[in-house]
């Protein structure tokens, strides 16, 4: 005969409320732009830019360095925080949640900088 106890202290997570789950990854996106609006400011910072035809760093590309690097530290922020409460099937939502919008709030941010650099000399 099986003795099977109905306490098992290594039970499974409890069920996640989607509504919290929805929140949680709404949260996340919205973070998420504003990080990338916070890497386009730093790559044009950081002088990751051209001038006219001239460069004034000799690789403007690692600006795209700036904002992967931050991309996946918003990942892990956000699994240290979100994975507790997630379906395991479900995990590589924190990691594509917000990304078109991080994407394409780094590039308008750092091409509006660069822009602003270059037509009316901005130094920052």
Known sequence: MSSKS??????????????????????????????????GFLA???GFVTIGTTLTSEYPYYGLYVAAIIYIASYYI???????????????????QGLFSYVMMFLFVWIVFNTLINVIGLTI
């Open 78 to 96: 956000a699994r240290q925080f979100i994975l507790t409460n997630i379906d395991p099937k479900n995990k590589n939502k924190l990691f594509t």
């Open 44 to 46: 044009s910072a950081l």
């Open 6 to 39: 109905s306490s098992n202290p290594a039970s499974p997570v409890p069920p996640i409320d989607p509504k919290m789950w929805r929140h949680q990854l709404n949260v996340l996106s919205w973070i998420r732009i504003g990080l990338g609006v916070l890497a």
